[in-house]
């Protein structure tokens, strides 16, 4: 959770957290409820298994104090919410709901058990509520992501392509092919795309050109020449990928970038750059 | 459809390394039946709790994925052999058993496979876009192509000079990359079809065994519970959740840890309170507890927490207190790893991918 924070909000960081980590659904209030009434109507064993660690858990992961006391120790804001997994929904909720049809019999179980689905249902938020995305394809890409691959293997003169990509095919790209490298990296992508990039950032020294490649390529910034090539020949990239959609493609012509190949979606365009780079064989832990 | 052919298969494989591990720890239950779905279960993580002993020296020592798979190649299957020149009367004796109980309970068999394959099928054939799966799918893409561990960048390939312990001793994606060597399979294949398939039978196989101890011969219940678990998988949906990684993130090392190991523990922590509490089953906890760090760095926190929480009370409730130190031995890995990223963090330590 990025947006909360222990120093922040003190011992309302719990309130906070369940909030984002709850949504909609009601399955923790199930959790508390079947709880009670584990507590009420079980028999010795089932109250030894539920119970105690029910009070265990609203001791220590839904105590308001307990971040704070553990956050003088390690930073947990961004991570608090994964010890809500402790508590056994899951497994404590079906078993309320089975001990309450297990009340009935024949027809009225039934009807009973139908029932329970549907508040089960409706009391959550359905994983494909905005519908099924089957897979394109075995590799779980899409097939544009696999095209331009292969064009890119195609058009190129080294066996490591270097590219610069849109947001999502930058995340896709090396899952399916790492012979392909990027020119840049998933934190200073999304920084760049999350924040302002300022002139400063795309002056500095250690991620500058970086920065200006994200700024052309999500921002649609177009800057003066002497920088752009600046950048591409700094991080040795070759190639940029751009969405046929994309807006950049007459500034890239500007730049002196060439189109290189197409596929069904994207544009491929090349600039020639001085220098390739094949960092799987030339490196320092190679040359030992 | 040779791809669907090869998944099924692969998964079986898996398996049957599982319970050939697995069989060295559930072998010193004597006075109880062999469970198959037990052996499988703990047979995972004594699996991956080895593997993680061989990995990571090697990894430190910065040599090839390709020398890994052939020493671990070679382990497992002088480990499959052991295993079945000791164990082949326990498996036949098992298959027996199960073919017994699949005839004894033919509906509840087949509805409880029914509700397993299906979730498979829908969630392993879903497209979703994750940032995460650039790193841990990357990963495993990247040490095969490079036949290096851990020493480039999975988001874009650069050259890195030191490893990033964050990650370091969470070494499940360099088992799929030696999986992926040795085989062939492409690493998006390896992670999000076959190690996916599995996690997700696991995480039923695991509601199986904590619905069969609450709800005993009343085979309808069992389902009806497992049933509901499912349910709710589906609709208990933020982007927080252990059930979101489930259906996700379910390549992910954190979709085990919330929704394997962690009832894992719960099931063990009803085993241990029902009397089932001898050396042979702490040593199952304990090399549960080990796997799961290798599985995913989220285990380090989220294991002895689970520990504390569930266990610790049965010291009182059981009036024994020499589960004291043995719930601090299961604690113990985690504890120690998480450590060890604390110093590097503070940066008492460095390992850098070249000698120095």
Redesign the interface.
Known sequence: MQNVSVYQLGIRFISACLDYYNGMNAYLVFYVASLLFVGLKGDRKVREIFLPSGIMLLLTVYNPFFPILIDRFFDINKEYYRFFWLTPITILVPYGGVSVLEMEEGKKKMAAAFALTVILIFTGDYIYKNGYTKAENPYKVPNEVIEVSRMLHQVSEVETPKAMMEYDFNMMMRQYDPSILLAVGREDYINGVTYEITEEQMNSKENGFLYRLVAVMMRGEELEKEKFLEALEGTNTEFFVISKGNLIQDYLIDMGLTKAGETKGHILYRYNVKERENPYVDNIYTNF | MG?TVVCIGMIFVNFILYLSFGSFLTRFLKKEVFSVSLTVLVGFFFYYSLFSIVCVPMMIR?RPLSELSKIWGGLVIFIVLLSLLFHWKMWAGAAKGIGEFIKGHWIFFLCAVALSIVQVV?IV?????T?D???Y??TV??S???D?MN?????????Q?HFELRYFFATYPIHDAIVCQITGI????ET??IMSSIVILFTNMI?YK??LE??GE?KS?VW??????A????????I?????FL??RTFEG?AI??NVV??AL?YF??LI??GRDSWAYWIMLFFICVGSNGIST?AN??VP??L???M???TF?KKRWTFIPKCLACMAPGVVMMLLY?GYVKGYYVLY???R
Do not use: E
Not at chain 2, 151 to 157: A, D, L, S
Not at chain 2, 240 to 244: I, K, L, M, R, V
């Open positions: 791809n910065l829908v054939n879903a497209y979703h876009f940032l799966a650039t790193f799918v990357g893409s990247t095969v192509y490079t290096r020493i480039f960048n999975p988001y874009t390939g650069a050259w000079d492409h690493p998006l294949i999000k079809t509601y904590i619905a609450l709800w009343k219940s009806l519970m497992m049933f509901f678990a349910l709710i998988h589906f609709h208990y949906i933020t927080f959740t252990s059930a979101n259906l996700t954190k840890i919330g962690l009832p719960f922590f009803i309170l029902k989220t926190m989220l927490a689970a504390g929480i569930y610790f009370p049965l409730l604390v991918t070249y000698i």
